[in-house]
């Protein structure tokens, strides 16, 4: 490894532990991590003037001179954009994780044509910018997160069953949305993106191996094994709600008949029974196929769903062949119905986590 690239290394270093475990003094810091204090103040002082961290006031009240702790700053920020079959939102994510702005629009987009609904993107996505622009933020890039098949490579939509459409070209996102065409912008399923941010910042703190069900209109899973998201062959893999339930059923937005997210959706007139009956049934193939350390229920599943999760905990573990030995346990996420967007900014801010010299020095004044 080269100078400049020690160097490279070292910022990173700092900023992820940063990022990761919350603030701390230099000499923490140096002590964490193993460089030493020198090494340590010097990479503080590259990392400061790229305002990519921010001295804290130190705690008072305690005996002696109190160091000052370093966090990371809240001036480098991603888009999460989303686009689902009730809403468009486009919010502003800084590097700890956390939703600083966000802009929405509701309604009904099932019928509506993707020009239309990407104009309604287009629009929210112009507020968020223009947040960014008001409070000098620095914009490592975006996110959309969409409720279909998208080939991760380029960005394709194949089909997105719920708002039916086929075929929409995503392939230059930054042109339909207005945004800079140097701005990093990428594309992916929502349920992979929540799992992502799940693995992130919520249940994959303890686990490396879990299925997380997004809940909305449409019902989708994203697949963790061993701390990555698994896609697939084609990155079509998790599309748990069409996974047949009842082949008497009704009608599914793909075309078939009875599948789980005709039962559990967002809108359907299930009983409590009836929608812990139908997520089990298909959680119970997931399990005995992958065996997950946990199923996590998140998107509309979330707000208050720990009843749901233990009625599905209760029917897994009468049901699936492990159970009486390694139980699977179900939880509800705490990201709530925040999760996409937040996995949506993930690609943009491990960037900058990566490469922290990607951010210009004193970006607040480059942005001005
Ligand atoms: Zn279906």
Redesign the pocket.
Known sequence: MGLPDMRRHHLSVVLEHLVRSGPRSRAALAQDIGLTKATVSAVVADLLSRALVEEREPASGRIGRPAIALGVSTSVVALGLQIDADRVEASVVDLAGTVRARHRRGGDHREAEPAEVLGLLRDVTAEAMADVHDEGLWCAGAGLAVPGLVDPETGALFVA?NLHWLDVDLTAPQSLLGLPPSLPVTVDNEANLAALAELRHGVGRQHSSFVYVSGGVGIGAGVVIGGRVVRGAHGFAGEL??VGIDPSGSR???G?RG?L??VVGVGRRASAVRRADALAAALRDVVNLIDPEAVVLGGAFSPGGDELASAVADRLHASTLGARWRPCPVMTSSLGPDAALLGATTTALDAVVADPTIVPVEPLTQTA
Do not use: I, L, N, S
Request: hydrophobic share 10%.
């Open positions: 069953p709600g069409h599914c937005a793909c078939e599948c997210e005709t």
